[in-house]
T-cell receptor, first 113, second 113 residues
C-alpha cells in the first residue's frame, strides 16, 4: 500500500511569508499528526487531526495552524515565517483509535531566509 | 540529506557486534512505546513497539526492554550491520486516546565495517 506522502519535499521562503505543507495519509488512516524536527529541539508535536477535527495541539504559537479534509488529507500552514521556523516538518498517519501504528512521511524541509 | 541532530549521543560499534541503545521516558502515564530509526533525509521508520503490560518484546534482530519502575527503555540490535547506522529515537504515547507521540532526543548509531 502507498505510504504517507508529503509535498513539497523542499521549500525556501523569505521571512514574513507564509507557507502551506501537505500530507496525504495511508488509505484508511483517519488521524494525521504533524511534528517539527530541528537539530536543537528534536522532534516536537505540533497538532493532530482526526476526522477533520483538531484533537490535540502542542505548544506552538498561533502562526502554526492546520486542517484536515474529508478524505483525511491534511495541510499545515505557517504564517509570518521566522528564521527559527526552518526545520523538517513531518506528518504521521494512524488509524487513530488506539490500535496504534504510526507511519511517518519523508517530511518537508523548510528553509526560511 | 541534512543531519537530523547535532551533538547527539553517539554509539560506535563494529559490524557484527550487538548494540544497546537506551532511553529514559518522561511520563509514568505513558502506556505505549515505539522505537524509530531515522536515516539522513528521511522520516522516522518504525522498528518495534511495546505496550506497558509487557517488559520485553522481540522482533527480527531487535529486542525492546521496558522497565516501568525506572521509566527506562532499551533497544538491542543483534549482529549490527552498516545499514543499521542511523539516528534512533524512542517515543512514548499516553493513555489519552490521542495519537500524540513524545520523542526522546535520539542516539546516533555508527557501525564500522
Amino acid at each position: 500500500k502507498a505510504g504517507v506522502t508529503q509535498t513539497p519535499r523542499y521549500l525556501i521562503k523569505t521571512r514574513g511569508q507564509q507557507v502551506t505543507l501537505s500530507c496525504s495519509p495511508i488509505s484508511g488512516h483517519r488521524s494525521v499528526s504533524w511534528y517539527q524536527q530541528t537539530p536543537g529541539q528534536g522532534l516536537q508535536f505540533l497538532f493532530e487531526y482526526f476526522s477533520e477535527t483538531q484533537r490535540n495541539k502542542g505548544n506552538f504559537p498561533g502562526r502554526f495552524s492546520g486542517r484536515q479534509f474529508s478524505n483525511s488529507r491534511s495541510e499545515m500552514n505557517v504564517s509570518t515565517l521566522e528564521l527559527g521556523d526552518s526545520a523538517l516538518y513531518l506528518c504521521a498517519s494512524s488509524l487513530g483509535d488506539r490500535s496504534y501504528g504510526y507511519t511517518f512521511g519523508s517530511g518537508t524541509r523548510l528553509t526560511v531566509v | 540529506g541534512e543531519s537530523v541532530g547535532l551533538h547527539l549521543p553517539t554509539l560506535s560499534v563494529q559490524e557484527g557486534d550487538n548494540s544497546i541503545i537506551n532511553c529514559a521516558y518522561s511520563n509514568s502515564a505513558s502506556d505505549y512505546f515505539i522505537w524509530y530509526k531515522q536515516e539522513s533525509g528521511k522520516g522516522p521508520q518504525f522498528i518495534i513497539d511495546i505496550r506497558s503490560n509487557m517488559d520485553k518484546r522481540q522482533g527480527q534482530r531487535v529486542t525492546v526492554l521496558l522497565n516501568k519502575t525506572v521509566k527506562h527503555l532499551s533497544l538491542q540490535i543483534a549482529a549490527t550491520q552498516p545499514g543499521d547506522s542511523a539516528v534512533y529515537f524512542c517515543a512514548e504515547n499516553m493513555r489519552s486516546g490521542y495519537s500524540t507521540l513524545t520523542f526522546g532526543k535520539g542516539t546516533m548509531l555508527l557501525v564500522s565495517p
